[in-house]
């Protein structure tokens, strides 16, 4: 498990430089998509716990946007509400559909 961590900081990390987005996605549930990418939290928070971008997307287009950080084997997500949310690191790892997307494009 710490791995799999280690991968995912790793390679957040190593996407972070790059000028390309990447997007990895959890399917939560039938109605709502929750994806992490390596775009710059875009919220007043502290973006030395929480400095990633995350939305989670429902199937009738609404977005809920949040920061997250991974420690621990675990994705930490701190919605925009005041919410907070746990995965495991791995659900976001095992979709074979996770891709490049284009900046501004889900």
Not at 51 to 58: G, Q
Request: charged share 20%; hydrophobic share 40%.
């Amino acid at each position: 498990m710490k791995t799999i961590l280690f991968l995912l900081v790793i390679g957040i990390s190593f996407l972070a430089v790059s000028k390309e987005v990447k997007k990895l996605h959890y399917n939560y549930n039938d109605k709502v998509t929750i994806w992490i990418s390596n775009e710059e939290c875009p919220l007043p928070l502290s973006k030395k716990q929480f400095p990633w971008k995350v939305e989670a997307i429902r199937s009738d287009g609404d977005i809920m946007i949040g920061c997250f950080n991974g420690e621990n084997n675990t994705v930490t997500i701190q919605w925009n509400g005041g919410d907070k949310s746990m995965f495991p690191a791995d659900y976001f790892l095992y979709n074979t559909s996770s891709e490049a997307l284009p900046k501004n494009n889900l």
